[in-house]
């Protein structure tokens, strides 16, 4: 393979995101990321659901697949079982992910496909001028509001870890360093990783802004909080990590975490798979419809 370099990982497409968002930041991440784990550009592929956030896979040269407004992770998720040596990251909004597609959300959790799901959080639907999204707080009145927020927000952090996720974290799109390697980390971890990543809208959401952030950021890791939750966990420290990790997943206002939250050792999904397939995943779906014999997983599954 030849010796690539971050340009190689950019597209000849110039984002067209209003000044100032963090989508740049998020994007200068996932390049860096992509490039700093030398990851073949056509063994990779990037999915996006609709929003502002679904033009990610346009300004980076790997496989880029934009799909319904809801629907990234089935369609994510389904890419990587069929090519499970493929690196697969996908990409949404808190609208595409948490309103229209918090089913799939949840969903996914329980299989720990191996792959990562970034969340860029605004709290406000952005492409469509600024309506209130589902991690907006009860009462919370934006700029692009008429009124008050009515219905309260969703937390992503406790949300996917009552799913399922094997690894969760929160970033922030300003922080392009340690985003990039936040990143990495999700990227390199064996399942389900969601990165949760707080992004200013600086068209439409007044309230939390660059500068309201500034002061209340700090990093769990720097306080020396341990995410990692090994296999074999006696039920008594289990109870203690998840009661720490809930501590932390709730903080907000005048101090707000950032970090890796949890960091759990459960089989993949694609692992799972073995009891059904014994050849998955040296051999898989996309090398052809001959190449792999599910006549025994459709037998397993008969009525």
Not at 87 to 96: I, L, Q, S
Not at 265 to 294: H, I, N, S
Request: with cysteine.
């Amino acid at each position: 393979m030849v010796e690539l370099k971050l340009a190689d990982y950019k597209a000849d497409k110039q984002p067209d995101w209003c000044p100032g968002c963090g989508d740049y930041g998020i994007l200068s991440a996932l390049q860096m990321a992509l490039f700093e784990l030398r990851l073949d550009p056509s063994q990779t592929a990037i999915f996006s659901g609709i929003g502002c956030s679904a033009k990610t896979p346009h300004y980076l040269n790997a496989y880029g697949v934009h799909t319904l407004h809801g629907r990234v992770l089935p369609i994510a998720q389904g890419a990587k079982l069929a090519n499970p040596h493929l690196t697969v990251v996908a990409v949404g909004g808190d609208g595409d992910g948490l309103g229209i597609g918090a089913g799939h959300f949840v969903a996914a959790g329980r299989r720990n496909v191996d792959l990562l799901y970034i969340l860029y959080d605004n709290e406000v639907y952005g492409l469509t001028k600024g309506q209130a999204g589902p991690t907006l707080g009860l009462g919370e009145k934006t700029k692009s509001l008429p009124k008050p927020n009515p219905q309260g927000r969703i937390n992503p952090l406790l949300l996917a870890f009552a799913s399922g996720y094997t690894w969760i974290a929160r970033g922030y799109a300003y922080d392009v360093k340690g985003l990039k390697e936040l990143i990495k980390e999700g990227i390199q971890h064996k399942g389900l990783a969601f990165l949760h990543v707080l992004q200013p809208c600086p068209t439409y959401n007044d309230l939390h802004t660059k500068e309201w952030f500034a002061p209340r950021l700090y990093r769990l890791q720097e306080e020396g909080y341990d995410p990692h939750v090994p296999a074999g966990l006696s039920p008594e420290e289990l109870d203690r990590k998840m009661a720490l990790f809930q501590e932390k997943a709730v903080e907000w206002g005048e101090r707000i975490p950032i970090g890796v939250f949890w960091k759990a050792e459960v089989p993949t999904f694609e692992e799972r798979l073995k009891t059904y397939l014994p050849r998955y995943p040296e051999v898989y779906p996309a090398l052809g419809q001959e190449a792999l014999d599910l006549k025994g997983l459709l037998r397993e599954f008969a009525v």
